[in-house]
T-cell receptor
Framework: NAGVTQTPKFRILKIGQSMTLQCTQDMNHNYMYWYRQDPGMGLKLIYYSVGAGITDKGEVPNGYNVSRSTTEDFPLRLELAAPSQTSVYFC??????????????????FGEGSRLTVL | AQTVTQSQPEMSVQEAETVTLSCTYD???????LFWYKQPPSRQMILVIRQEAYKQQNATENRFSVNFQKAAKSFSLKISDSQLGDAAMYFCAYRSARGVRFGAGTRLTVKP
């Protein structure tokens, strides 16, 4: 059971560099999310997707881009890395919101996180 | 916009005792889910318990139970017979068709 897989787990970037965090899920979930978690804080939504070809901004999208060409993959691109992007990044996936009596259990399944440091 | 509030940044409990973590939320929707997630030092996000808003019965999972008060928009987590392995950050989360919101978290310490 792979679930949600994120790579890399750790990365150090220099200011101005770019990189892509990879995320893939094998549960056929149509919803996927990217969150960041700063030290001692909660989760903030960066971007999310409700299906292949559809993405939307969350609370803190500036400095990031995403794409969703397949159901399984949802990469997060950091352009021109800045020290403020030092954080732990989580990818998550879920079924569609299951209405009362409908399908789906509602919860988000998370990857193990990727720790990014920008120096 | 939906907001989720965890008013206790830190809580402490003696091993084998019971502790309750608080969560309130603000919404005008009638159909939603509520969750408690645990984040140990490994930082993995682990689902502890789930509650569907249309269900009146409070969810339970072994030593974990919730007190869901829909009218009061309250969703507290009770941990019975606390164990050292329960020490972690606990996040309350709200999910509806309009999105997902997490609270700021409560750090639980378990004293031996």
């Amino acid at each position: 059971n792979a679930g949600v897989t994120q790579t890399p787990k750790f990365r150090i970037l220099k200011i101005g560099q770019s990189m892509t965090l990879q995320c893939t899920q094998d549960m056929n979930h149509n919803y996927m999310y990217w969150y960041r978690q700063d030290p001692g804080m909660g989760l903030k939504l960066i971007y999310y997707s409700v299906g292949a070809g559809i993405t939307d901004k969350g609370e803190v999208p500036n400095g990031y881009n995403v794409s969703r060409s397949t159901t399984e993959d949802f990469p997060l691109r950091l352009e021109l890395a800045a020290p403020s992007q030092t954080s732990v990044y989580f990818c998550a996936s879920s079924y569609s919101m299951g209405l009362a009596g409908g399908s789906g259990t509602g919860e988000l399944f998370f990857g193990e996180g990727s720790r990014l440091t920008v120096l | 916009a939906q907001t989720v509030t965890q008013s206790q940044p830190e809580m402490s409990v003696q091993e084998a005792e019971t502790v309750t973590l608080s969560c309130t939320y603000d919404t005008s929707e009638s159909d939603y889910y509520l969750f408690w997630y645990k984040q140990p030092p490994s930082r993995q996000m682990i689902l502890v318990i789930r509650q569907e808003a249309y269900k009146q019965q409070n969810a339970t999972e072994n030593r974990f139970s919730v007190n869901f008060q829909k009218a009061a928009k309250s969703f507290s987590l009770k941990i019975s017979d606390s164990q050292l392995g329960d020490a972690a950050m606990y996040f309350c989360a709200y999910r509806s068709a309009r999105g997902v919101r997490f609270g700021a978290g409560t750090r639980l310490t378990v004293k031996p």
